[in-house]
């Protein structure tokens, strides 16, 4: 299968945000409670956007801990009848069917996780995965793209706020901190700093430097 421009862009890699909200720090005894995915594509006329968002509010694994402090921050009631919570296992599952499925439609090798910070997102992925006994896991072990660091580099902001604010793109501060709104928005980030970058012609004096 000919590998579409997504494929060739990042060594055969599928870039996929992922955000997740959780009952504390601690990915082996703390409660995901949120995970939202974002898929983004490349477009010849309008370059990278995201082009579909899968989102699950999940209901905590039996024993497990919530702290008081990250539910005040992140304004998560886990037990509210109108959450329509799902499990771990079903969350994982959705998503990674759907991961899959564009991994194998444009010729990619895997998916790797984009995110704000992503050691702690990938961190309560795993941890989900292997509670759940999850069968074929599409993203990547250990690699990330960090827009944190990206942003950084690209604007000068590392808070996602405020990088996304450099970049033009619209912040509600009220809707910050559920997996959906935040994924939507570093999928926005990373798409931007994307664009950005293809669009800088390098002259031949950067060509070793990009080359090496």
């Known amino acids: 299968m000919q590998k579409s421009p997504l494929a060739q862009r990042f060594r055969g890699f599928l870039p996929v945000v992922i955000d997740i909200e959780t009952g504390g720090f601690n990915c082996e005894t703390d409660a995901l409670l949120e995970i939202a995915a974002v898929l983004v594509d490349v477009d010849p006329a309008e370059g990278w956007k995201r082009v579909a968002t899968i989102g699950h509010h999940v209901k905590p694994f039996e024993g497990a801990r919530l702290e008081e402090a990250a539910l005040r921050f992140n304004k998560i009631d886990p037990w509210h009848p109108f959450r329509l919570a799902v499990s771990e296992a079903h969350a994982l599952d959705n998503i990674f069917e759907r991961v899959r499925k564009m991994v194998q439609d444009h010729g990619c090798s895997r998916a790797i996780l984009v995110g704000h910070n992503p050691a702690f997102d990938l961190s309560f992925l795993k941890a989900a995965v ?10 990547h072990a250990f690699s990330t793209f960090d827009t944190a660091s990206l942003a950084g580099l690209a604007y000068g902001q590392t808070v996602l706020a405020r990088a996304v604010a450099a970049a033009g793109i619209p912040w509600q501060a009220e809707e910050a901190h559920s997996a959906v709104y935040d994924a939507e928005k570093t999928a926005d980030l990373f798409c931007a700093i994307v664009n950005r970058w293809d669009s800088v012609k390098s002259g031949p004096e950067l060509a070793p430097d990009l080359e090496g």
């Open 130 to 139: 292997e509670r759940c006994k999850t069968k074929r896991n599409p993203f």
